[in-house]
T-cell receptor
Framework: AQRVTQPEKLLSVFKGAPVELKCNYS??????LFWYVQYSRQRLQLLLR??SRESIKGFTADLNKGETSFHLKKPFAQEEDSAMYYC?????????????FGKGTKLTVNP | KAGVTQTPRYLIKTRGQQVTLSCSPI?????VSWYQQTPGQGLQFLFE???????NKGNFPGRFSGRQFSNSRSEMNVSTLELGDSALYLC?????????????FGPGTRLLVL
């Protein structure tokens, strides 16, 4: 069955430290993966998608099909990065696509 | 452009009642998806509507239903409410159906079932 696992519910780092939010997926098809972020009192929003191979706010994520992972990384965390992060997998079911979300990781960047 | 709006923002109901939630997508967006968010299960896909047709459905009982109007506004209905239906219900809109389109989320409707 298709599944997204984010093993850490909480992650705390100091400002300037590297951060890595882990995401593993299970899917028999060709995976399309996304990271969504929700800052305090704001809406859930797309951070980045693997197909774009982009870097947003200093974050990058590489799809590793061998390890079925899509970890989110930033070399130097900032306090404004504190938020809830969700990894999501797009699956095709019955000719339609839908997103399957992980349960999220709450990142706290301490001063 | 105005963002996705959802009404009402908060709702309290009792078991057995039914509820209707509304979602107005960003102007021009034709796809609307609904999600249920709970502390235990996280974000779970409910269904997606495009051009007034349900295109995809998650693993929820038939008590959960929805519809989309010609102006792309969408409603979801939950009948015979159960305590476990207490959740934040999010809708998201996108320009087209493909998942490659960015989904824009609304603020959510928080439903409490007593």
């Amino acid at each position: 069955a298709q599944r997204v696992t984010q093993p850490e519910k909480l992650l705390s780092v100091f400002k300037g430290a590297p951060v890595e939010l882990k995401c593993n997926y299970s899917y028999s098809g060709s995976p399309e993966l996304f990271w969504y972020v929700q800052y305090s009192r704001q809406r859930l929003q797309l951070l980045l998608r693997h197909i774009s191979r982009e870097s947003i706010k200093g974050f990058t994520a590489d799809l590793n099909k061998g390890e079925t992972s899509f970890h989110l990384k930033k070399p130097f965390a900032q306090e404004e990065d504190s938020a809830m992060y969700y990894c999501a997998l797009s699956i095709t079911q019955g000719g339609s696509e839908k997103l399957v979300f992980g349960k999220g990781t709450k990142l706290t960047v301490n001063p | 452009k105005a963002g996705v709006t959802q009404t009402p923002r908060y709702l309290i109901k009792t078991r057995g009642q039914q509820v209707t939630l509304s979602c107005s997508p960003i102007s021009g967006h034709r796809s609307v998806s609904w999600y249920q968010q709970t502390p235990g299960q996280g974000l779970q896909f409910l269904f997606e509507y495009f051009s007034e047709t349900q295109r995809n459905k998650g693993n929820f009982p038939g008590r959960f239903s929805g519809r989309q109007f010609s102006n792309s506004r969408s409603e979801m209905n939950v009948s015979t409410l159960e305590l476990g239906d207490s959740a934040l219900y999010l809708c998201a809109s996108s320009l087209r159906r493909t998942i490659q389109e960015t989904q824009y989320f609304g603020p959510g409707t928080r439903l409490l079932v007593l």
